[in-house]
């Protein structure tokens, strides 16, 4: 680790400077900025989970410059429909069977991991969705340092690129933690990071589809930016069963459906 003035501060350095920190001993040639460095531990070390920068020198950030969206006001009656975790052979098929007989997109943020094992699941099934990124393995970005996240993400943007001809242009970071080190990759791989304004309840209504649905549908506004799930544990079906009901409900409410970037640029006329 290397000190703003270029010294360089091993695990053993930063040890001593604690133990002399917390005995009230003069620290010597130590500046302030390293002072405090050292003696607060609650600080990340430069490119930990934490940090939103990565050392000293200059940085790969891409653009330069990132955007988080949960929710996007639109004049208009549109809902984003995303869908987390996949895919899976118990459910993936189903919502797309779903999505596909009500001729509705939604945006996939894909478990890179599960694209490469169930590849056959989503090849040549995504043609009017949009992919996303959501991890490697659906670790927690939150916890890992610059390094592990940017590896993790990069390893699953290719993995979604080789099976669905399209590389991901957003990501939606698991649990929606967001941590210095997921911004700093995502910058890095020019995405979007987007989570959501609205989740399915499905542990409210067990065993009440149709009950589920009217929920969502009467909770639902202009620019909604809804999180399902097509994996998970088995009362996730709930929502998932009364997908065609939610459909029918928004619609009558005058709401058309669209993928998370269709819905990101509507509101550039707004």
Do not use: C, K
Not at 105 to 134: C, K, M, S, W, Y
């Amino acid at each position: 680790m290397a000190g703003g003035d270029g010294v360089r501060w091993g695990r053993r350095t930063v040890l001593r400077g604690g133990a002399l920190l917390a005995g009230g001993t003069a620290v010597g040639a130590v500046g302030m900025s390293e002072t405090t460095y050292l003696a607060d531990r609650r600080l990340p070390l430069a490119g930990g989970p934490a940090s939103a920068t990565v050392g000293n020198r200059r940085q790969q950030v891409g653009g330069g410059a990132l955007e988080v969206v949960w929710h996007v006001p639109t004049e208009g009656r549109t809902v984003a429909l995303t869908f987390d975790d996949g895919p899976l052979p118990q459910w993936t098929p189903m919502v797309l069977d779903t999505l596909d007989e009500h001729d509705v997109p939604a945006t996939f943020f894909l478990v890179g991991q599960r694209v490469r094992r169930h590849a056959g699941l989503i090849r040549d099934r995504l043609g009017r969705h949009e992919v996303g990124n959501h991890s490697w393995r659906h670790r927690d970005l939150a916890r890992m340092d610059a390094a592990e996240v940017h590896d993790d993400l990069r390893r699953s943007h290719d993995a979604i690129t080789d099976v669905t001809g399209r590389p991901p242009r957003v990501a939606r970071p698991p649990y929606g933690h967001l941590g210095g080190a997921v911004l700093h990759a995502a910058v890095r791989l020019d995405y979007r990071l987007v989570l959501w304004s609205l989740q399915m309840v499905e542990g409210e209504f067990p065993n009440d589809p149709a009950g589920h649905a009217r929920r969502i549908v009467a909770d639902v506004v202009p620019g909604t930016i809804l999180l399902a799930h097509d994996v998970g544990a088995e009362r996730r079906q709930v929502a998932l069963r009364g997908l065609p009901a939610m459909i029918d409900g928004l619609r009558d409410r005058g709401y058309t459906f669209v993928t998370v970037s269709q819905l990101l640029r509507r509101t550039a006329a707004v």
